[in-house]
């Protein structure tokens, strides 16, 4: 019994060992693919993702398999000396015999991207710098860092690095992820539509966003409308207009700028303009006085009341002018920016008919 024990711990013992030296294999292949050096600098990823600049880099389809991948290196200066890194000239994609420049004007506030350019990095210290670089998804590609030497007699040889841009496909597949929010965030909120992505995507107020919309829709209408409006009827006449966009708006949603947990979608779109429904009442009101010969304010407004459903359901919809959003993500939900004015537009598109 003893002898069985002893070699079960044996075959135990080993297994273990066994595991430990693949586990270490794998770290140490992902490791070694990830950090590189020379006598003078080691440079390693810290991290890396896809983002969108606000440029044309992939953003119209999202069937493309090219994206900008931003990768973060830790810089360790090694060397005696100070050094000099430009994100400019000074890092460089190769692809099997072709080499590439990395992204020299990558710059975009909206998503917190800032130029980089050049900098110093003294003698034992070490830093992060970020570069962007086009590349195809799903491939492997290596990375040229070369840095100059304050002393301008020595050369500093050029530290490549792998990098594997399958690793980072689900950023990639997330890129049009804020333009799936925003596309719901509208949907349920203004439209009373059903959008599946909204749980998946969406962090908002739900219940508080419908009722400013109300709210935007009653101070215009209120303002326009013959006679003073209840709140009951500012209900029908809003339920009525809401069904009708509901039933005719359009828009189309589109991530333009993504990274820092950031994101600018454009919105196209078309809606019922309030504006054209006014026009129409008032030919309703002046047919009403040229018939009963007098101006009777709360009979006008009954009136105007009963031809609302009819003025919109006649309505076509307006090409507005193309919105601009900014999201923001938190525990992988976005939701529109409540600094920047957003969400007052979308209200005024949506709920009330404004085209810009």
């Known amino acids: 019994m003893v002898s069985k024990l002893r070699g ?3 075959l135990f013992i080993c297994m273990l060992m066994l595991s430990a030296c693949s586990n270490s294999s794998g770290s140490s292949e992902k490791k ?17 993702s896809f983002v969108l600049l606000g440029k044309d880099d ?27 890194l430009s994100t400019r000239d000074g890092m460089k994609l190769y692809d099997g015999d072709e080499e590439f420049n990395a992204i020299s004007d990558a710059y975009n506030t909206d998503v917190g991207i800032e130029f980089e350019g050049s900098g110093d990095l003294g003698a034992g210290k070490t830093k992060t710098v970020t570069g962007f670089f086009e590349v195809e ?3 492997e590609y290596e990375i040229g860092v070369k840095a100059q030497s304050e002393d ?3 050369k500093i040889e050029e530290v490549i690095i792998k990098v594997n841009t399958a690793d980072y496909a689900e950023s990639f597949d997330a890129l049009q992820d ?19 992505d909204y749980e998946k995507f969406v962090s908002a107020d739900k219940a508080a966003l419908q009722e400013q919309a109300k709210e935007v829709f009653k101070e215009k209408v209120k303002r326009n409308f013959v006679g ?22 359009e828009f189309k949603t589109v991530t333009s700028a993504k990274a820092n947990g950031k994101a600018v979608v454009l919105v196209e779109f078309s809606t019922v303009s309030l504006r054209n429904i006014y026009e129409d009442l008032s030919d309703y009101q002046f047919e009403y006085r040229e018939k009963t010969g007098k101006y009777d304010e709360k009979a006008t407004k ?15 919809v307006e090409e507005g002018e193309d919105l601009k959003v900014l999201l923001v993500e938190e525990d992988g939900k976005w939701s529109v920016d409540s600094s920047e004015d957003g969400q007052e537009r979308i209200a005024n598109i949506f709920a009330a008919g404004s085209k810009y």
Not at 59 to 81: D, M, P, Q, R, S
């Open 137 to 139: 998804k799903d491939k």
């Open 8 to 10: 079960i711990s044996v």
């Open 32 to 48: 070694s693919d990830s950090k590189s050096k020379n006598k003078d600098l080691e440079v390693s990823i810290e991290d890396a």
């Open 302 to 316: 009954k009136y105007l009341i009963s031809k609302f459903d009819k003025v919109v359901n006649a309505q076509d």
């Open 178 to 196: 804020p333009a799936k929010a925003l596309a719901a965030y509208i949907d349920a909120i203004y439209l009373d539509k059903d959008n599946s």
């Open 58 to 84: 992939g953003v119209a389809e999202e069937e493309t398999e090219k994206g900008i991948l931003a990768v973060n290196f830790k810089l360790n200066n090694k060397a005696k000396e100070s050094i000099r």
């Open 228 to 249: 003073k409006l209840t709140d009951a009827e500012v209900d029908k006449l809003y339920a009525t207009y809401k069904s009708a966009q509901s039933q005719k708006a």
């Open 152 to 154: 301008y007699d020595k």
